[in-house]
């Protein structure tokens, strides 16, 4: 499903409820897209792809399952909105996905305290860097060791 796209949403969320007869209980929010590079090389197409998939996508269906919950005075629904870190401290080569993350964190907050009344919860998880070579490669001269190890030391509970 093309999140991007309320349309699609909608008509995605249609088959589902047909499909299974009613609407989910649980919606994660975790379409995700990224280029790891500094902003000036970014052209503004890249950027806008990064903010439509990663905050509107998450807006879109959250927004179409919510009207769904709220219409059909359905006993609630949880949202979990995957995150990062970077969504709260910014980062290099990170700022498209950082702000949409930051996006989708707000929205997030906002709709637990709005739909809270409609049964509906709300939960960002924001589990960090995944250490992929790639990525770290990209994020840092450590090796990805080094750079996970300093990293945890940013997690209060050590893990």
């Not at 490669?137 to 050590?158: D, I, P, Q, Y």
Request: aromatic share 6%; charged share 20%.
């Amino acid at each position: 499903m093309d999140v991007r796209h309320p349309e699609i949403v909608e008509k995605s969320v249609d088959a589902i409820e047909s499909e299974f007869g009613r609407l989910p209980n649980v919606v994660i929010n975790n379409a995700a897209g990224n280029f790891i590079m500094a902003l000036e090389r970014l052209s503004p197409n890249a950027v806008r792809t990064v903010v439509d998939i990663v905050l509107l996508g998450a807006v879109n269906v959250t927004t179409e399952i919510g009207r769904c919950v709220i219409n059909q005075k359905k006993d609630g629904c949880s949202f979990f909105s995957i995150s990062t870190p970077y969504a709260r401290s910014g980062g290099p080569f990170l700022l498209p996905s950082a702000m949409s993350k930051a996006g989708v964190e707000n929205m997030t907050k906002s709709l637990s305290a709005e739909w809270a009344k409609h049964g509906m919860r709300f939960n960002v998880i924001a589990p960090g860097p995944i250490p992929t070579k790639d990525a770290f490669g990209r994020l840092s001269n450590r090796t990805m060791h080094e750079t996970a190890h300093m990293l945890s030391k940013t997690v209060f509970v050590g893990r």
